[in-house]
């Protein structure tokens, strides 16, 4: 998921977490689980904190609650300001809010920094209370369904009794398709856009070359780093890389082209930036060392290869077979990390196994993030999803 | 209820008297998903519609169907043998690229196909084209050709000049008036306006 947020322009330059359909200032609040919690792969930790955001109220029956689970680099704070003077709002805030298609006034949104994250949830960059030190790459393996895990035990302590929906694009569909898995009786409705049953190739590949980047900077140190320092190279090339696969040739010649910086030098035989899209990256690239820690960055993009629904289940239709709730996939016809191909799949196997899937594939050319787009179309959709129509009549007096 | 409603609601009724309740439904080109929001209310069945438009599948979301966007031939293929119950295929298959794939696909992972068209034989039709020399234009033909999407001309002889060609058994079937609503009971190649089919393998 690039950084690029949707703001909408504000009006008047009235203070824009004031704005219409904003959810306005938010703040973060820590669940703490202090039972052990053992890992798929077996490791424990002797429990954990999840940094979350929630908007709007939960009802007296505790069931208009939707989830939104975040991708590899998003976290928590998915719509709203922590402050007036913010530059962005939440990753998702053209989304979400009262009036929106995930509309606030109807639904108490819940969303987690994941499980080895490290915008506040415990993860390699947190430290381990038996040494004092970092945990670095001693922290237990997390999977995707260990993320999930960490938030049903989040939205019990919370008392959600159901959940109206769960939405993820990318990872964040990921961990929405295991939650109807796992928590068949739990979750009525899953939206899962943008995202795959499993990783291909090419996916792994992307991934693998941002990891030997982070682990081949000798600031790495084996993920033994001081807080603030670390391999900030390697992760900001690891950043560049996967950036460039999150949008689109199309959407990359309309944003830059070959338009040149201003003020790079007339000569053009040297390595110095010259076209604005290096600028870019390389800005992309800094800002993100600033944010993320590179050991999560290794951890996550590991539970990303690892989530395989056929294999871990035999096949995608017996992965599929305990879902109760309704689906809706959504893939973008110029998401080319996660093509549509592998969204589609992902609904033919719910069909197959009589589950009630539908897809939805919307023309876009800005690639895999497409799914944070503005898009009324993709609005009338989600909203349409969540929000039924009444029944409609059928009149047959002539 | 306007005349046209009408003929847009008649076929829904046929076909619904041939859906068993609680059986498992797919429609090929569902649009807005009138028809199977009518067989789910009525039939209480498990419906699946296709069609290729986004602004379309969302109509269906919003009705609480389950709709999936893309090409019923590749959707087809996806699934085992007697998947569905029924397939219906209504006012789609004169649109079809390759009817003859679709409509065999469609028996393989049916116990039923359902196709409903609109009979080029009719007896105004045949008469428009010997006065006018004209594409049809009627409440029905609503645009010229160069603002419509191709389509084949099928007559109730060729759609049944083609099921006895593959072998497909005609199971029951349906001849309306030129109203759409009174049954045909004779010459329907020259006298029905629209043609239901029941077909199975």
């Known amino acids: 998921m690039t950084d690029d947020v949707a703001v909408a322009a504000p009006p008047d330059s009235a203070p824009r977490h004031l704005a219409p359909g904003d959810v306005g200032l938010v703040a973060p609040r820590d669940f703490v689980y202090t039972q052990p919690f053992a890992f798929k792969s077996g490791q424990t930790l002797p429990g954990f904190t999840l940094r979350y955001e929630t908007y709007g109220q939960l009802n007296a029956t505790r069931d208009n609650a939707v989830l939104i689970c975040h991708a590899l680099s998003g976290d928590h704070h998915c719509a709203g300001w922590h402050s007036p003077a913010d530059k962005k709002p939440g990753w998702w805030n053209n989304l979400i809010g009262p009036g929106k298609a995930v509309d606030t006034r109807r639904f108490f949104v819940v969303c987690a920094n994941v499980l080895g994250g490290c915008q506040g949830s415990t993860g390699p960059s947190s430290l381990d209370p038996e040494t004092g030190r970092p945990y670095g790459v001693t922290f237990p393996f997390a999977t995707i369904r260990d993320m999930v895990r960490a938030q049903k035990l989040l939205l019990d302590h919370l008392g959600v009794s159901q959940l109206h929906c769960v939405i993820g694009g990318s990872m964040g569909g990921m961990q929405a398709l295991l939650f109807g898995i796992k928590y068949p009786q739990f979750v009525r409705r899953v939206l899962a856009m943008a995202t795959t049953a499993r990783e291909s190739a090419q996916a792994i590949a992307f991934n693998e070359v941002g990891r030997q980047a982070i682990m081949q900077d000798p600031a790495w140190n084996a993920g033994d780093y001081p807080k603030d320092g670390g391999p900030r190279v390697g992760l900001a090339i690891a950043r560049m890389m996967a950036h460039i696969t999150y949008v689109s040739d199309a959407s990359m010649d309309r944003k830059f082209g070959r338009r040149k910086k201003e003020t790079a030098s007339s000569a053009a035989y040297n390595f110095d930036i010259q076209f604005e899209v290096e600028s870019y990256l390389r800005h992309q690239g800094q800002s993100f060392i600033n944010r993320f820690d590179a050991n999560s960055y290794l951890y996550i993009t590991r539970a990303l290869d690892q989530f395989d629904l056929a294999q871990t289940y035999g096949s995608l239709e017996a992965a599929f077979a305990p879902v109760e709730a309704e689906t809706l996939v959504v893939g973008f016809t110029s998401d080319w990390l996660f093509p549509p191909e592998q969204n589609r799949d992902l609904a033919l196997a719910m069909l197959r196994a009589g589950k009630r899937a539908s897809y939805a594939e919307l023309a876009t050319d800005l690639g895999h993030d497409s799914f944070l787009l503005e898009s009324e179309e993709l609005y009338a959709l989600v909203r349409g999803f969540l929000e039924r129509d009444q029944p409609y009549t059928f009149d047959f007096a002539i | ?201």
Request: glycine letters at 6%; charged letters at 25%; hydrophobic letters at 45%.
């Open chain 2, 1 to 201: 209820m306007s005349q046209l409603v009408a003929k847009r609601t008649v076929d829904m009724q046929i076909i619904g008297d041939w859906v068993e309740p609680n059986s498992r439904v797919l429609d090929l080109g569902c649009g807005e998903g009138a028809l199977l929001d009518y067989l789910v209310q009525s039939k209480q069945v498990s419906a699946v519609g296709v069609d290729l438009d986004f602004t379309r599948i969302t109509a269906c979301v919003r009705r609480g169907l389950t709709a999936y966007q893309g090409d019923m031939t590749a959707f087809l293929r996806s699934f085992p043998d007697k998947h569905f119950d029924r397939v219906i295929c209504s006012r789609t298959a004169h649109e079809l690229d390759d009817p003859a794939a679709v409509i065999l696909e469609a028996l393989r992972v049916g116990r039923a196909l359902t196709v409903g068209f609109v009979n080029h034989g009719f007896w105004k039709n045949r008469l428009n084209m010997l006065l006018h020399g004209q594409k049809i234009r009627n409440e029905v033909y609503k645009t010229e050709w160069f603002q419509s999407r191709p389509a084949n001309p099928v007559s109730v002889a060729d759609f049944e000049r083609f099921c006895a060609a593959k072998q497909i058994r005609i199971a029951r079937r349906a001849h309306l008036a030129g109203n759409w609503r009174t049954p045909c009971r004779s010459f329907p190649n020259l006298l029905a306006g629209f043609a239901l089919y029941d077909l199975a393998r």
